[in-house]
């Protein structure tokens, strides 16, 4: 990740909270800015030319780089499983995550929550960072979605696959001890094969389990994040049509203006009540207030 201190810090406090033994932050830079979130259950890794040095150089592709990390951080894992995750990614659902992975039948070593994307809908605040209360998932009748996309969302459809604005691909819990070919950023493989698999073709256990992608944390950080893109500070090397689509978009608005950019940003982020309600009904969206904590009677923090 490449985030500042408050971003990181609500990450960490989060799994923290979820029971993470240990959360294990890989910071695509130098993170002197960093130094004081690490503790006993945090450990914040510079990404910087040192480390890469190590590694045998710095790859110019993010997924290239992600790859490399993750590969670092499996190596370093003591625990069982381990989650694979952006900093802007936070697993949440019916059940504790513990409770889940132990229900994973002992024949999956990579299994993958659906991605649920926060957008801001009717009650939220829009200037209010990590202020959405609302999600949608992808659609999984394709048909559906190409014969109703343009009335739900309008011209702006064609910059969403499958309702989504960012990926649809959700992320992965692996299993350690496990021999790995290839360790990706939604899937792993053995020996050419794929074997991660959704959590909710598994059964009821993994229905209600989902990765909330916060791909727009707030207006500021979207901004920026796609300034960096577009000046190619950020290089991908496989974005999706919609993705690229998007980035044409956005870079034609952001060179008229913040009112433009702002104005695209509401048309890919924002929910009206129309939305909500269709989408709702349909199954492809449902509200849920992820960073809420329960609080005991004298003030403790409870885990979720």
């Known amino acids: 990740m490449r985030e500042e201190p408050e971003v990181v810090a609500r990450f960490a406090t989060y799994y923290h909270d979820l029971g993470a033994r240990m959360v294990l932050i890989y910071h695509d830079g130098p993170a002197d800015h960093l130094r004081d979130l690490n503790d006993a259950r945090t450990t914040i890794i510079a990404c910087d030319d040192a480390f ?100 739900v969302y309008g011209k702006q459809c064609r910059f969403l696959r499958r309702g989504l604005v960012a990926h649809v691909s959700g992320k992965q819990f692996l299993r350690t001890g496990r021999r790995y070919t290839n360790i990706g950023n939604h899937y792993s493989e053995r020996d050419g094969v794929q074997i991660t698999v959704w959590a909710h073709d598994l059964g009821r256990g993994g229905a209600g389990m989902f990765l909330g992608h916060f791909d727009a944390i707030g207006f500021q950080r979207w901004r920026q994040k796609w300034a960096q893109r577009i000046s190619r500070e950020t290089q991908t090397s496989r974005m999706a049509n919609t993705r690229a689509a998007q980035m044409d978009v956005i870079a034609a608005a952001m060179a008229k203006g913040d009112a433009a950019t702002r104005r695209v940003f509401m048309d890919l982020y924002a929910l009206n009540r129309w939305q909500a309600r269709i989408l709702s009904t349909l199954g492809y969206a449902f509200q849920r207030d992820i960073f809420r904590r329960a609080r005991t009677e004298d003030g403790e923090r409870r885990r979720p």
């Open 52 to 151: 890469w040095e190590r590694l045998g150089g710095r790859p110019p592709g993010l997924e290239e780089r992600q790859a490399a990390v993750f590969a670092s951080g499996m190596a370093r894992c003591e625990t069982e499983w381990v989650l694979l995750c952006d900093g802007d990614e936070f697993v949440f659902g019916d059940r504790p995550v513990e409770q889940f992975l132990e229900w994973i039948p002992e024949t999956v070593d990579s299994v993958r929550l659906r991605t649920a994307e926060a957008v801001w809908g009717p009650g939220d605040e829009v200037d209010t960072p990590f202020g959405c209360t609302w999600f949608r998932v992808p659609w999984t009748n394709v048909r559906l979605w190409k014969l109703l996309r343009r009335v």
